[in-house]
């Protein structure tokens, strides 16, 4: 989520509560703060697998992880996974498979494929990185926040529709939340405002401001 912290989720639970408010959080930018540069791939961004992991454990009742196959593809070692995971709204569990692969190291000045002279402790190394590369690719699939579209030149942006009132305020909640930062003092107490009455007429308008910022 754009500017949206673990602690935030956590304190507002309701915004988990239908299925609705749940395509939200997945479909939020991730914070800058989780996004690294790839050391070795120029221009490359990724989430790392600790901050994936943890936003599975905050969002989400219980999720496992599964390995359907590990192979050798060409000069790499290859992991598929299934990431299964319980949906807070409906408690049943689904599913998305994800893969990673790895380069196996050899010894310096040796060609990458030749197998004979693979260092002692490349595979032990590369099998569980191209694990947690699996697993990351396969939390992309439930959405935005886990940094499907980082390295995409497109993004597509997820609008919500046929917000009843309570769905709306929930809504001012949350962007509230994610800009706080960007919001002027000034409409900061006109938000409080509309939050802490209930005032259904400003939902609407309140929520185009947001999203503005």
Known sequence: MSNITLSQIEKNPELSKNQENLKVILNHKPAKAWVKEHPFAR??????IGQVENLLDTIFLDWRIEIISTSQLFNSVAVQVRLHYLNPVNGEWSYHDGVGAVGIQTDKG?????????????VMKALPAAKSYAIKDAAEHLGAIFGRDLNRKEE????????????QLD????????????IPE?????????INNQE???????IRELNKL
Not at 156 to 167: I, P, Q, W
Not at 186 to 194: C, G, Q, T, V, Y
């Open 43 to 48: 221009g490359v961004k990724y989430i790392p």
């Open 200 to 206: 259904e007429a400003s939902y609407s308008k309140a």
């Open 110 to 122: 040796k060609a990458a494929s030749d197998l004979t002279a693979v260092k002692q402790d490349s």
């Open 156 to 167: 597509y942006a997820f609008n919500r529709t046929r917000l009843n009132k309570e769905e």
């Open 171 to 182: 809504e001012i909640k949350l962007l509230y939340m994610e800009k706080e930062d960007k």
């Open 186 to 194: 000034n409409e900061k107490a006109i938000l409080d405002r509309i």
